[in-house]
């Protein structure tokens, strides 16, 4: 007696059983017209939903032995078998890949801890889903997760270098909260304090918290979650040892236009508030403070009713202002300023007075923080041969899974410098090690209807000599033998150049510049 398996019918008499039950299923549908358009109707609800379905948590993969083979073909065919081809055209015909908000920077793949994290985001990474550091780059306007990959609030700040750790802090607005209108007066978000993060990289930030915390309880508390808190800043005192912010204090109707003070021991707070007062009995609303190379402080802020910015020196202890101020920029409505130093020249960038809404950024140049100011112009620029490469950058992404409409140079063109690439300034950071006349510029592309989803633009800002010919085209990352420095004597000599901010839709912070070689033993800003 054969074995039961040797008794089973063979595979092509189950396929040739198939093709005859099919054949006289098509007989019955041919005698039947409505079984025909009952069947064409089932079959285009089902492409409709294959279609519109939400994509699944986790794609379908191919066996880990398909993917170098499929991955050899094509890049197309690489993303196929990285993600699974149903699953990849659903994405595709939605234009997820494409998409704004988490969808458009990768994170929403991106989250999660530890090592799953991290190799999580490597793998988006090489699938061409680009997130903030990804691959030792900056991404400007960009989702920023701190170390626990919740979104960084730190929101029209300034970042202090402590050079005995060796660490970065920035500080910022914490605008995690609601969105809503006030009538007569700017959109809001009930005050949730100022919050803190520290990087020895300036690209992966981790969290210490709200170090600024504000009042729930006492109304009439400076602190009090209706009022505001904003642009706040920190100096560190080297006569005191104390870490000392300044920060806009204002109500909900800008009324208030106050400067407000907080101490602390330590970087990473807590902050103890120490009050309120109008510098010099002067209205204080946007503003910044600068510490000079022989440790002098001092405040810029835009007073009277916005119309004009005023500039004082403070007190010793960086607790007060020591009684004089200048006035400038009479009548230009500028705020937002943003001070930084190159040789014996100070710079100032500053913006127009409209809202949350972007516009074109000044910058202006003077041989002493009290003494007038000259207008240089509008810092940024765009370079055609970044655009060039920007828009061929765009379609490798589309290659590589991504919505070719949603990606391609001409239907997402590079932000204006009209509107300072859609930010407003906030801060400009000195590197300890970087090449003469390069800054960091530091920005927020405010988002009203949803403040805590406000993005930061982060770029590179050269001085630029004003030698004979054309002003040189500045690119960074690739080619970095083509950055271009302030000439050296360019200022001394009276020939003030340009401070240039150019677009980049990414760019690398080389590490070298961030520390210099031996260890200091003192903090600065």
């Not at 880990?64 to 050899?72: C, G, K, P, T, V």
């Not at 994170?107 to 530890?114: L, Q």
Request: aromatic content about 10%; glycine content about 8%; proline content about 6%.
């Amino acid at each position: 007696m054969l074995p039961p398996r040797r008794r089973a019918r063979p595979q092509f008499a189950d396929r040739h059983a198939d093709r005859h039950s099919d054949r006289h299923a098509l007989l019955r549908l041919r005698r039947c017209p409505c079984a025909v358009a009952l069947s064409l109707l089932a079959l285009s609800i089902s492409a409709l939903l294959l279609l519109y379905s939400p994509a699944p948590l986790s794609s379908p993969r191919l066996p880990a032995r398909n993917h170098s083979a499929l991955a050899s073909t094509s890049p197309l065919a690489a993303r196929v078998a990285a993600g699974g081809a149903v699953s990849w055209a659903r994405r595709a015909w939605r234009g997820q890949a494409g998409g704004a908000a988490e969808g458009e920077d990768g994170e929403g793949e991106a989250s999660g801890g530890g090592q799953a994290g991290m190799a999580r985001r490597r793998q988006l990474w090489a699938r061409g889903r680009p997130f903030q550091g990804a691959g030792g780059r900056l991404w400007p306007g960009r989702v920023w997760r701190d170390e626990e990959r919740r979104r960084i609030q730190a929101h029209g700040g300034g970042v202090l270098y402590v050079a005995g750790e060796r660490r970065y802090y920035w500080y910022g607005e914490n605008k995690e909260g609601e969105t809503y209108a006030v009538k007569g007066s700017l959109e809001r978000v009930d005050v949730v304090g100022i919050s803190c993060y520290s990087s020895s990289d300036l690209l992966h930030w981790t969290p210490h918290g709200v170090v600024l915390a504000p009042n729930t309880r006492d109304p009439s508390s400076d602190l009090h979650v209706s009022r505001v808190m904003e642009r706040p800043k920190v100096l560190f005192n080297a006569a005191s040892r104390r870490y000392v912010m300044w920060l806009h204090v204002d109500d909900a109707a800008y009324d208030l236009a106050s400067t407000g003070v907080a101490i602390s021991d330590q970087p990473q707070g807590p902050f103890r508030y120490m009050g309120r007062f109008r510098p010099n009995g002067q209205e204080s609303r946007d503003m910044t403070v600068f510490q000079d190379d022989d440790g002098t402080a001092y405040v810029v802020y835009a007073s009277e009713m916005n119309a004009v910015l005023h500039i004082a020196r403070l007190t010793p202890d960086y607790l007060d202002v020591d009684g004089g101020f200048v006035r400038r920029f009479v009548g230009r409505s500028r705020e937002a300023p943003a001070v930084f130093k190159y040789q014996q020249h100070y710079f100032l960038l500053t913006s127009a007075c409209t809202g949350w809404d972007p516009n074109e950024a000044e910058v202006h140049v003077a041989s002493h923080m009290m003494a007038d100011w000259r207008l240089l112009g509008t810092p940024c620029s765009h370079n055609h041969q970044q655009l060039q490469h920007q828009q061929q950058q765009q379609q490798e992404w589309a290659w590589h899974g991504q919505s070719m409409r949603a990606r391609s140079g001409a239907s997402r063109p590079p932000p204006s410098c009209r509107t300072t690439f859609e930010s407003q300034g906030t801060f400009v950071l000195a590197l300890p090690n970087a090449p003469p006349g390069v800054f960091v510029f530091l920005a927020d592309r405010w988002n009203k209807h949803d403040l805590a989803d406000s993005r930061y633009v982060w770029l590179p800002l050269h001085l630029v000599g004003n030698a004979s010919g054309p002003t040189p085209r500045v690119w960074w990352g690739e080619h970095r033998d083509g950055v271009v420095g302030l000439q050296q004597g360019a200022v001394e000599s009276g020939a003030v150049a340009r401070a240039v901010i150019t677009w980049h839709e990414s760019w690398e912070l080389p590490q070298a510049w961030l520390h210099k070689a031996e260890t200091a033993a003192t903090n600065s800003a």
